[in-house]
């Protein structure tokens, strides 16, 4: 269970739209209002609609309206930020005079009416987006806790008594049942044991896990991290339960507890944003642009054997979460393996004249764009494996340690192992362990510009294809 959509996303995306709204208006109003003036009129004249275009925009980050909760109050959100919005206007126009820069009079009747406008109509669209998040609670950050002893109990009564926090305890998960860990600690029931939480964080959307045990317990602290860490959430340890006193500076804090950091989830709830936007745009113009080679190779499949043209597959894709991924048919119907239980090898019988091109060119991977649109593969990430592919005759989870931390992001159509010469045959686990180990590094160095680098490999890659059978 994702979401894409939290307070961090719909402030970026309110702050984006004020930029151009605001800007934009500024911009008009600022050239209409110095029209007649000297070149040195209009570039001050741009100076200014941009200067009042951030200060508008900090002021109102200052009265936190770009809170989404802000937003459910249409009325009072709406009045607040007009207000504020013409109150800046006013005073940076009274300045600009101050400065030589000689407005119109109707530089006003443009910008108040103008950016009221604007206000209202930005405002009641926000409102409309996430009034329904708010009051069902989406927008909360949901918090699981490990531990159930006192050092829980601490944590739970420290975020319950902290001001202006948002959250939802959702449970504790501890091994121990007995005096020790009880079945709840105030409202917040346990929910299982720790190894529950695997399972519980991909049924539900889990935003933070809280160890809550004292730092000094290191041998117990280090198995239940060690059991957690393949998890795509934040990760903290409760500073609460640390004899050690670090630096302010080392905790990050929720409310007045603090924690310390040990794990972050791969991307943020904003690189998340971005990346799925992006990834879903260039899928759809890759489909535009590819739809004649798509119906080629679609024809030329139908034309050597009987049965559909896609081949589905069930395979993992992010948090383990099965996924039903789309290839061209590569294998004769009454031949195929939809659980990769026995890997595809060179010469095998099973893979049809054409398969064998489209598998050798990586043609049979083109289906898979539409996985992209639907949400459920990146462009660029690990490769999704089949839920019973084999290395050396052992399942990949069974022979590469932290298999599943490749996970903590969504699979994709190529990879940082495929540019790297990792694709195809998976036989021995020199070969799995490799295409894990630049899955991990892939995650850990994630960036947009490194999801573009890849997308640009990835041809060249394709070129030198002794590995794809």
């Known amino acids: 269970m994702r979401r894409n959509l939290n307070d961090e996303v719909g402030k970026r995306l309110l702050k984006g739209l004020d930029l151009a ?20 009129d209009a570039v001050l004249a741009g100076f200014f609609a941009l200067a009042l275009t951030f200060l508008c925009m900090i002021i109102l980050r200052g009265l936190d309206l770009y809170e989404a909760r802000k937003q459910v109050h249409l009325g009072s959100s709406i009045i607040k930020s007009i207000t504020a919005v013409a109150i800046v206007g006013l005073a940076a126009a009274l300045c600009a005079r101050l400065i030589g820069l000689q407005f119109e009079e109707g530089w006003a009747r443009l910008w108040l009416p103008g950016s009221a406008a604007y206000i209202m109509l930005s405002r009641l669209l926000a409102w409309a987006l996430v009034r329904r998040d708010v009051h069902s609670g989406a927008l909360r950050q949901r918090i699981a806790i490990v531990g159930g002893g006192k050092a829980a109990e601490d944590a739970i009564t420290t975020l319950e008594n902290s001001k202006g926090l948002d959250i939802e305890i959702l449970g504790l998960f501890d091994d121990r049942f007995d005096n020790r860990s009880p079945a709840s600690i105030h409202r917040v029931k346990k929910l299982g044991k720790i190894a529950d939480l695997d399972a519980y964080a991909r049924a539900n959307a889990v935003d933070l896990v809280i160890v809550a045990i004292p730092i000094s317990a290191e041998q117990r602290l280090l198995q239940i991290l060690k059991r957690i860490w393949e998890l795509p959430v934040d990760i903290r340890v409760s500073g609460q339960a640390a004899k050690l006193r670090l630096s302010r500076s080392a905790y990050h804090h929720l409310g007045d507890l603090p924690l310390l950091p040990l794990f972050d989830r791969p991307l943020s709830h904003w690189n998340e944003f971005t990346k799925d936007v992006l990834d879903r745009f260039v899928a759809l113009i890759a489909i535009l642009l590819l739809s004649p080679v798509l119906a080629l190779v679609a024809l030329a499949v139908r034309l050597e054997s009987k049965g ?4 589905k597959q069930k395979r993992f894709g992010f ?27 060179k010469g095998d019988p099973r893979v049809t004249r054409v398969g064998r091109i489209i598998r050798k060119t990586s043609l049979d991977e083109l289906p898979q764009l539409f996985n992209v649109l639907k949400g ?5 990430g690990p490769r999704p494996h089949a839920t019973q592919a084999k290395a050396a005759g052992g399942l990949y989870d069974q022979v590469v340690e932290g298999y599943f931390a490749r996970h903590k992001v969504k699979p994709g159509i190529t990879g940082w192992a495929q540019i790297n010469g990792w694709r195809g045959e998976t036989d021995t686990v020199e070969k799995i ?31 030198k294809s002794e590995n794809a059978y």
């Open 319 to 345: 948090n383990n979460e099965l996924i039903e991924v789309y290839k061209f048919r590569s294998m004769y119907v009454d031949k195929s393996d939809a659980t990769a239980a026995k890997l595809v090898t």
């Open 433 to 463: 362990e490799q295409r894990v180990k630049h899955d991990l590094e892939y995650i850990d160095q994630w960036s947009l510009r490194l999801d573009l680098y890849i997308l640009m490999k990835t041809p060249l890659a394709l070129l």
């Open 21 to 40: 709204g605001l800007g934009g208006l500024s911009l008009v109003a600022s050239f209409l209002a110095v029209r007649g003036g000297d070149g040195a």
């Open 376 to 380: 459920q593969l990146s462009l660029v």
């Open 308 to 311: 559909p043209i896609i081949f």
